[in-house]
């Protein structure tokens, strides 16, 4: 039988092809947004640019501590710097917001579903933040300030715990008068010379600014949150077909190989982050799936 | 290619008939062609896949009975037919030769301008195995771990390579366990595709043989090269009726085991049900299950680093889904009760397996059924489920 040692496959596969493997990044600066929240600029140790549409998430690796999930909230019309807003509350995410300009951080990405703001297109366009919530929508909130004419009002409803919580401050200013993006901000919680409004964030969205019959809204903060802004959305007339929103679970892959993501039929790394709220439907509502 | 020269009379023929010298042979000539060949034997009192050398190392004598919770390995009745492959299922399957419990992923070094990278492995094609013995269901899971692993929209490259160089030999089934549920499952007792050979153990105590059909050009390479004769009608007849015996051991007719139809449908519209309760108050939540799964495909990974910081190691490990921190988010895991954790073992593998990959992720081998320590029957839970639906 000597010459069936050719029913031996001899390819082995190049390790570059493997998507678990993290391309090298350098961290060209750290901003400060918060007591507990960082943005990270980066830029491929390769120089190649990043291209990614607003919504996605790549993993980050701090050498030797762990790699966790992280949506982009650059700019995705300048792919030559990789932008991500993280709030430390972890190992890993502690780690990371140790890091100093200089250093390596290893990114793999982009993954997942984004938020389909085409989908907005000649309507209103909300979008409906909580907490770090809004960084994961700061990519479609500038793509729509650059295609600005293509939709009819553009409203950012925010709410955070304090007034000390509130991310993008410098930001939101120069959206509105710039882009003639409004924003209304709630707090929790008024602390300091907190003159602005209190309450939960869905309290924003009754009280409308947008032409409900003719507005699709874009939704990402803790779950419980979303649960309620779904729901407040709904009685105003934004039926869950015009409503995305974006999930969140463990992540160990990204890919879809690993199963930590699973949400029912959904992985939320491949399927999602981002879903149109009906096509999640009744998922949502059962407990611990 | 190279011209062959093809020994067997029943050249370019796609069925034959091997003798035990037959199946020496086949052994004898895939060592010799470098492969390692993996397949059952007996050890520490149960049958597990290991490398056999010889026919002697094959479970020969030995039966293996399972029912929920109990697993035994005992001498086969005197009476029985000499089979060398009556021992139904090994404790595990081929997963973990495809798809090993911890694998290095990478590995990175420091370096002196405070980055580090990755270092360049060179990857070392991984070893080839051929498996002989293997049962239709574990052909069948082979089948849904590529789906897994191969037609997503990405790919494991190790499982990959692992896959391409392995030889997939299937013994069809004669008998089933008290666990077995294949035939309803619409994988087994007998193999209709995925393999490079599928045998069966013709019962024939005087003349003891297998009828071998390739299904792979690799499959007609081997089988052209062993000493053999051409399958005639009798020979096929007895094989058709040696694996209808299995069939017929599981049919529920015969108090045998099935899945309930239209299992999916049901655990879909039932994720709310408080049958999950009454299962969590059983369960131990212990892994075993998805362990010996030969579906099971979840994993986590682990960071290491070397004492002096200078090397960082990321590795793969199995997981499942019955560990609390399995979930984790930061503020706590999805999955906290047991209900839930065994719902979503259950739900996935009948269920969401079908809307993930176009397929079931369960292929009715019982091995979760067998080896739960509290006898926790998938196809019992499944019919409980149906059952207070109806009333
Ligand atoms: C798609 C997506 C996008 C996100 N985008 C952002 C963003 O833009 N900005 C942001 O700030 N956050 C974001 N997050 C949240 C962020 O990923 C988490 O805050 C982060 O994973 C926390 O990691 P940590 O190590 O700091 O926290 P820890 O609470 O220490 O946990 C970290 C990880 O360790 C593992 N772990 C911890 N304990 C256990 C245990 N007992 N068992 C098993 N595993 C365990 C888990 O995998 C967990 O994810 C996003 C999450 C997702 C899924
Ligand atoms: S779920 Fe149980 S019976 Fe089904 S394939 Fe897995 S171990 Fe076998
Ligand atoms: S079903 Fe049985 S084997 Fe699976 S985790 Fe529960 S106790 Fe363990
Ligand atoms: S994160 Fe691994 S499957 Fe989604």
């Given at each position: 039988?000597?010459?069936?040692?050719?029913?031996?496959?001899?390819?082995?596969?190049?390790?570059?092809?493997?998507?678990?493997?993290?391309?090298?990044?350098?961290?060209?600066r750290v901003r400060k947004d918060l007591a507990d929240t960082f943005t990270l600029y980066l830029t491929a140790?390769?120089?190649?640019?990043?291209?990614?549409?607003?919504?996605?998430?790549?993993?980050?690796?701090?050498?030797?501590?762990?790699?966790?999930?992280?949506?982009?909230?650059?700019?995705?019309?300048?792919?030559?710097?990789?932008?991500?807003?993280?709030?430390?509350?972890?190992?890993?995410?502690?780690?990371?917001?140790?890091?100093?300009?200089?250093?390596?951080?290893?990114?793999?990405?982009?993954?997942?579903?984004?938020?389909?703001?085409?989908?907005?297109?000649?309507?209103?366009?909300?979008?409906?933040?909580?907490?770090?919530?809004?960084?994961?929508?700061?990519?479609?909130?500038?793509?729509?300030?650059?295609?600005?004419?293509?939709?009819?009002?553009?409203?950012?409803?925010?709410?955070?715990?304090?007034?000390?919580?509130?991310?993008?401050?410098?930001?939101?200013?120069?959206?509105?008068?710039?882009?003639?993006?409004?924003?209304?901000?709630?707090?929790?919680?008024?602390?300091?010379?907190?003159?602005?409004?209190?309450?939960?964030?869905?309290?924003?969205?009754?009280?409308?600014?947008?032409?409900?019959?003719?507005?699709?809204?874009?939704?990402?903060?803790?779950?419980?949150?979303?649960?309620?802004?779904?729901?407040?959305?709904?009685?105003?007339?934004?039926?869950?077909?015009?409503?995305?929103?974006?999930?969140?679970?463990?992540?160990?892959?990204?890919?879809?190989?690993?199963?930590?993501?699973?949400?029912?039929?959904?992985?939320?790394?491949?399927?999602?982050?981002?879903?149109?709220?009906?096509?999640?439907?009744?998922?949502?509502?059962?407990?611990?799936? | 290619?190279?011209?062959?020269?093809?020994?067997?009379?029943?050249?370019?023929?796609?069925?034959?008939?091997?003798?035990?010298?037959?199946?020496?042979?086949?052994?004898?000539?895939?060592?010799?062609?470098?492969?390692?060949?993996?397949?059952?034997?007996?050890?520490?009192?149960?049958?597990?896949?290991?490398?056999?050398?010889?026919?002697?190392?094959?479970?020969?004598?030995?039966?293996?009975?399972?029912?929920?919770?109990?697993?035994?390995?005992?001498?086969?009745?005197?009476?029985?037919?000499?089979?060398?492959?009556?021992?139904?299922?090994?404790?595990?399957?081929?997963?973990?030769?495809?798809?090993?419990?911890?694998?290095?992923?990478?590995?990175?070094?420091?370096?002196?301008?405070?980055?580090?990278?990755?270092?360049?492995?060179?990857?070392?094609?991984?070893?080839?195995?051929?498996?002989?013995?293997?049962?239709?269901?574990?052909?069948?899971?082979?089948?849904?771990?590529?789906?897994?692993?191969?037609?997503?929209?990405?790919?494991?490259?190790?499982?990959?390579?692992?896959?391409?160089?392995?030889?997939?030999?299937?013994?069809?089934?004669?008998?089933?366990?008290?666990?077995?549920?294949?035939?309803?499952?619409?994988?087994?007792?007998?193999?209709?595709?995925?393999?490079?050979?599928?045998?069966?153990?013709?019962?024939?105590?005087?003349?003891?043989?297998?009828?071998?059909?390739?299904?792979?050009?690799?499959?007609?390479?081997?089988?052209?090269?062993?000493?053999q004769r051409s399958a005639d009608p009798t020979d096929r007849a007895a094989a058709d009726a040696a694996t209808?015996?299995?069939?017929?051991?599981?049919?529920?007719?015969?108090?045998?085991?099935?899945?309930?139809?239209?299992?999916?449908?049901?655990?879909?519209?039932?994720?709310?049900?408080?049958?999950?309760?009454?299962?969590?108050?059983?369960?131990?939540?212990?892994?075993?299950?998805?362990?010996?799964?030969?579906?099971?495909?979840?994993?986590?990974?682990?960071?290491?680093?070397?004492?002096?910081?200078?090397?960082?190691?990321?590795?793969?490990?199995?997981?499942?889904?019955?560990?609390?921190?399995?979930?984790?988010?930061?503020?706590?895991s999805v999955r906290r009760e047991m209900s839930a954790r065994y719902r979503q073992w259950m739900t996935h593998?009948?269920?969401?397996?079908?809307?993930?990959?176009?397929?079931?992720?369960?292929?009715?081998?019982?091995?979760?059924?067998?080896?739960?320590?509290?006898?926790?029957?998938?196809?019992?839970?499944?019919?409980?489920?149906?059952?207070?639906?109806?009333?």
């Amino acid at each position: 039988m000597d010459d069936l040692s050719s029913l031996i496959d001899p390819a082995a596969t190049p390790a570059g092809d493997d998507p678990m493997r993290p391309r090298p990044f350098r961290i060209a600066r750290v901003r400060k947004d918060l007591a507990d929240t960082f943005t990270l600029y980066l830029t491929a140790l390769d120089g190649a640019p990043f291209a990614f549409r607003p919504g996605q998430f790549n993993m980050l690796y701090v050498f030797g501590v762990g790699e966790v999930p992280i949506s982009i909230s650059g700019d995705p019309a300048d792919p030559a710097v990789l932008v991500h807003t993280t709030r430390a509350v972890g190992t890993v995410t502690e780690a990371m917001g140790r890091l100093k300009a200089g250093d390596v951080i290893g990114v793999r990405g982009p993954f997942g579903s984004p938020w389909p703001i085409e989908a907005a297109h000649g309507q209103d366009v909300v979008f409906v933040a909580g907490g770090v919530g809004l960084a994961p929508l700061r990519p479609a909130i500038l793509a729509v300030a650059r295609h600005r004419e293509r939709f009819a009002n553009a409203l950012l409803l925010y709410g955070s715990r304090t007034p000390e919580d509130l991310l993008y401050r410098r930001e939101m200013p120069v959206w509105r008068s710039r882009h003639d993006i409004a924003s209304h901000v709630t707090v929790d919680r008024a602390t300091g010379r907190w003159t602005g409004r209190v309450g939960v964030v869905t309290k924003l969205i009754r009280s409308g600014g947008f032409d409900h019959r003719h507005a699709v809204a874009y939704v990402c903060g803790p779950e419980v949150m979303m649960r309620y802004a779904v729901q407040a959305l709904d009685a105003v007339g934004v039926t869950a077909d015009r409503v995305y929103v974006s999930m969140e679970r463990n992540m160990k892959c990204g890919i879809g190989l690993c199963g930590h993501c699973q949400l029912g039929p959904h992985f939320v790394c491949r399927d999602g982050p981002v879903y149109r709220f009906d096509r999640l439907g009744p998922l949502f509502d059962i407990w611990e799936l | 290619m190279t011209q062959r020269t093809h020994r067997g009379d029943t050249a370019g023929n796609d069925a034959a008939v091997l003798d035990r010298d037959g199946l020496a042979a086949l052994i004898a000539g895939l060592s010799a062609a470098g492969f390692s060949v993996i397949g059952p034997r007996i050890a520490d009192g149960a049958v597990v896949l290991d490398e056999i050398t010889d026919i002697a190392d094959l479970p020969a004598g030995w039966r293996v009975d399972q029912a929920p919770g109990r697993v035994e390995t005992r001498p086969a009745d005197p009476d029985a037919p000499p089979h060398l492959f009556d021992t139904v299922l090994p404790a595990q399957g081929l997963k973990r030769y495809l798809y090993p419990p911890r694998r290095r992923l990478w590995q990175a070094d420091r370096d002196a301008a405070g980055g580090w990278h990755l270092s360049d492995e060179d990857a070392q094609p991984p070893p080839a195995l051929a498996f002989l013995g293997l049962r239709p269901c574990e052909l069948a899971a082979v089948a849904v771990q590529d789906r897994v692993f191969l037609e997503g929209p990405y790919a494991d490259s190790d499982y990959a390579a692992r896959r391409r160089r392995a030889v997939l030999i299937a013994v069809n089934c004669t008998r089933a366990a008290a666990t077995c549920f294949c035939a309803s499952m619409g994988t087994g007792p007998r193999a209709t595709a995925g393999y490079d050979l599928a045998l069966t153990e013709i019962p024939d105590p005087d003349a003891p043989r297998f009828l071998a059909e390739a299904g792979s050009d690799r499959g007609r390479a081997l089988l052209a090269d062993l000493p053999q004769r051409s399958a005639d009608p009798t020979d096929r007849a007895a094989a058709d009726a040696a694996t209808a015996e299995a069939t017929r051991q599981m049919d529920p007719a015969n108090g045998g085991r099935a899945m309930i139809g239209d299992v999916a449908d049901l655990l879909r519209r039932t994720l709310d049900h408080p049958h999950w309760d009454r299962v969590a108050e059983r369960c131990l939540g212990c892994t075993n299950c998805t362990l010996v799964c030969p579906t099971c495909f979840c994993a986590t990974v682990e960071d290491e680093t070397t004492l002096d910081g200078a090397t960082a190691t990321r590795w793969r490990r199995w997981d499942s889904c019955f560990a609390v921190g399995f979930s984790y988010m930061h503020g706590g895991s999805v999955r906290r009760e047991m209900s839930a954790r065994y719902r979503q073992w259950m739900t996935h593998k009948l269920a969401h397996w079908h809307d993930q990959f176009g397929v079931s992720g369960c292929v009715g081998c019982g091995r979760c059924i067998a080896w739960c320590p509290v006898g926790i029957d998938i196809t019992a839970e499944a019919q409980a489920i149906a059952a207070s639906e109806e009333r």
